[in-house]
């Protein structure tokens, strides 16, 4: 009898453990398999000074500031190559532009080379990309995706899955973020897990937010940035060739005033038709969209043409017209990042997703006068990032260690417990993110190839440590040094002054030094 009980006892024990090892169909785990799910989510352009978790001087973004509360916060990351395309390619390989083949927006990116996609796949992942894809070529590596033409729209934006192309109705940012959670919410009841790249088009210009708040809000005044009327004085000719100043912005499409023909803004390419194509996107509207559109804009239109603004008033106002654009834009991430973690909250799967958020590059938002990107000063080369895995990260976390694009698709591989290919060229951060390593390199590269077609700045690389940066724009032979601890918004270049010899000498050893360390057989030749 006792040994009955004791049998009796032991096939419930089995039983109990058997079925405690079965897949929970909220959360796709198993106890032989905790993988995280993994969600990348992108945005375009988006600036540190749009997000309040670095800085309240633009706007409030409550569900980004909630994720950095509840994972790890980076205050010095960067990108490797301050242009969408590229950046995107970077990410996607682990590799600089001169690995991956994709050196600037005018490239075709080669989709049989090595991915993370490809090897999430591998690893047994459900993968997908959601929304921006921009690399020109078909996506692979993917089991599903659902992207947007080119450059996408904000309003009833087409999508292709690669059989079809279909123009839907509504905002970007939201038909994105539905149709991810579209794809989640059928995956979610298996026993694979997920990697999913979640991408924005917003706030990418032209920078048009949706109804809500428009309807929502009223124009802001916004501070005037420090530098918004800079001369240039202190630096070298690549900050005065340019085309990326405000004041030079599209009145049409950038200030959304309807001048449909000889519209004076340049916009970065004087020869670009933005007026026509400005007046065939508003007319893209729906009646609904149109009449909230006019509502919010047509007093905006008419107090422009009372005023008739020029000058220094016309700058400043250019300014306020697209700040408020912008922070509008950013808004509706905002919106959709807290469905993305709400929705992960209500089907228990929060604790076991991966989630990081960044951008494909900084942006300028009045520094200097300007806004896009490209430069390597530092609101163009800053990206937020943020980390949030619960299982395995302490929250409210910040890390000032130098890290960069290239080192994100390690340290997701590093995270579901893949081997690191060993030709990926960047670093796992899981560590840093753990808090087990307090810093990687004490500098980063960069290089920029793109100096035809919009906004004319010269192809140019460089370095950045924790107090200095080094460029060489090698199209036009000129330097610039900058000392960030004690000139931060980099007004002036100290290259050349006697003072600087010493750094000079170290910073273009250490760049030759990136240089060999990453092969970059693209880099000009210079002089130590």
Known sequence: ??????????????????????????????????????????????????????????????????LAEEGVLFDRAFCTNSICGPSRAVFLTGKFSHKNGFKSNHDTFDGDQPTLAKYMQA??????????????????????????????????????????????????????TDHALSVIDRVKDTNQPFFMMLHHK??????????????AYTEQEFDIHPTFFDDYENRGEAARMQDMEIRNMYRSADMKLPIYENDPGSGGMPTFDMAGAWKRNYESLTAEQKAAWDDY??????????????????????????????????????D?????????????????????????????????????????????????????????????????????????APTILDFVGEPIPADMQGASLKGILKGEVEDTDESIYYHYYQSTGWHTVPKHIGVRTGQYKLIYYYEIDEWELFDLQNDPYEMNNIYGEESSAGVVKNLKAELQRLIEKYEDDTAPDFQI
Not at 202 to 215: C, S, T
Request: charged fraction near 25%.
């Open 1 to 66: 009898m006792l040994k009955l009980n004791f049998n009796y006892g032991l096939l419930l024990l089995c039983l109990v453990s058997f079925f405690g090892c079965q897949s929970n169909t909220k959360t796709g785990e198993t106890a032989e398999s905790t993988r995280p799910n993994v969600i990348f989510i992108m945005t375009d352009d988006h600036s540190k000074r749009a997000m309040s978790a670095y800085t309240d001087e633009l706007m409030q973004t409550p569900n980004l500031d909630q």
């Open 123 to 176: 690893a047994g992942y459900h993968t997908s990309v959601v929304g921006k894809w921009h690399l020109v070529s078909r996506p692979q590596g993917f089991d599903e995706y659902k992207i947007l033409i080119g450059q996408g729209e904000y309003y009833n934006p087409r999508f292709t899955n690669g059989a079809d192309t279909v123009r839907e109705t509504g905002y970007s940012t939201t038909l994105i």
């Open 336 to 408: 959709n990042v807290g469905r993305v973690l709400n929705y992960l909250k209500e089907n228990e799967m929060d604790e076991n997703t991966l989630i990081i958020y960044t951008s494909d590059q900084g942006f300028f938002t009045g520094e200097h006068g300007w806004y896009d990107k490209r430069f390597m000063y530092e609101p163009s080369l800053a990206i937020p990032l943020v980390v949030r895995y619960p299982k395995e990260l302490d929250q409210g976390e910040e890390r000032d260690a130098m890290v960069q694009n290239v080192d994100l």
């Open 297 to 334: 804009y047509e007093p905006i239109i008419q107090d422009y043409y009372e005023q008739q603004p020029e000058g220094k008033e016309l700058a400043e106002w250019m300014y306020q017209r697209y700040l408020n654009d912008y922070t509008k834009s950013v808004m509706s991430v905002d």
């Open 202 to 215: 917003a706030p990418h210009r032209n920078w048009m937010p949706e109804i809500k708040h428009l309807q």
